[in-house]
């Protein structure tokens, strides 16, 4: 997933994503069928990652094992066994990804009261985003469908980063209603030169589905954020 997709923005996504190292126990020696290796991976970058939130170990092999065995040919009346176990085991996850989005809904509201308190200038909006200022700019505001560059650090609640083009060393240029919510009205609070942190809860964000394999359900995202540049 590219940095503009992650944020929101409507673009094409590749069918298999790029990779800054290549690393897989069983990748195999032969260059021709390494792309068929990065096509499982693929597969596996846009189910597992909620998955394996849902599953333990056991379970995540004997999902693995009906997938092998079904590729295989070797199920036998594959239709009787899913109406027979799948509506039990869509009970099952259902449940638990319920219970995971709501854990992690409770997770980003203590986050937000949390930041509010450590940060007692930083303003919460009608819509439920979190503003806070910490370099005031002082060149040109944010219209609406104003293009718009920026340097920006997104993490987790936990910390964890999931996107930068600080780290990747280089600025991204878009349109700014072309993002997720929170981004699009957070940027329009800006000047030019300004920097601030976004606290974008998950229904200004991705909301209940998330953006796998990268923003599971109901996550809420922080953004350090630099405006560089306002473009007409």
């Known amino acids: 997933i590219n940095a503009t997709k992650r944020m929101g923005m409507s673009t094409g996504q590749p069918v298999i994503r790029a990779f800054s190292t290549y690393d897989g126990e069983n990748m195999p020696k032969d260059e021709e069928m390494k792309k068929f290796y990065a096509l499982g991976v693929n597969l596996a970058m846009q189910?597992?990652?909620q998955l394996k939130s849902l599953l333990n170990s056991e379970e995540l092999q004997a999902m693995l094992d009906g997938h092998n065995d079904m590729l295989s040919d070797k199920v036998k009346n594959s239709q009787g066994l899913l109406s027979e176990y799948g509506p039990a085991c869509?009970?099952?996850?259902?449940?638990?990804?319920?219970?995971n989005m709501n854990e992690k809904?409770?997770?980003g509201v203590n986050f937000m009261a949390d930041f509010l308190v450590k940060n007692p200038n930083a303003q919460r909006t009608s819509s439920g985003l979190i503003f806070h200022e910490t370099v005031a700019g002082t060149g040109k505001g944010v219209e609406d469908g104003a293009s718009v560059v920026v340097h920006y650090h997104g993490t987790f609640v936990d910390g964890k980063v999931?996107?930068?083009?600080v780290e990747r060393?280089?600025?991204l240029e878009f349109q700014c209603d072309k993002v997720i919510a929170g981004w699009a009205e957070g940027i329009k609070?800006?000047?030019?030169?300004?920097?601030?942190?976004l606290v974008i809860p998950s229904d200004l964000a991705y909301g209940d589905n998330g953006s796998p394999p990268v923003?599971?359900?109901?996550?809420?995202?922080?953004?350090?954020?630099?405006?560089?540049e306002v473009k007409a």
């Open 162 to 165: 999931f996107d930068s083009s």
């Open 47 to 49: 189910t597992g990652s």
């Open 189 to 197: 609070m800006m000047k030019e030169g300004g920097k601030a942190t």
């Open 215 to 228: 923003i599971p359900p109901a996550s809420t995202l922080v953004f350090d954020v630099e405006l560089l």
């Open 105 to 107: 809904k409770k997770e």
């Open 90 to 99: 869509n009970a099952v996850l259902t449940a638990r990804a319920d219970a």
């Open 169 to 171: 060393g280089s600025p």
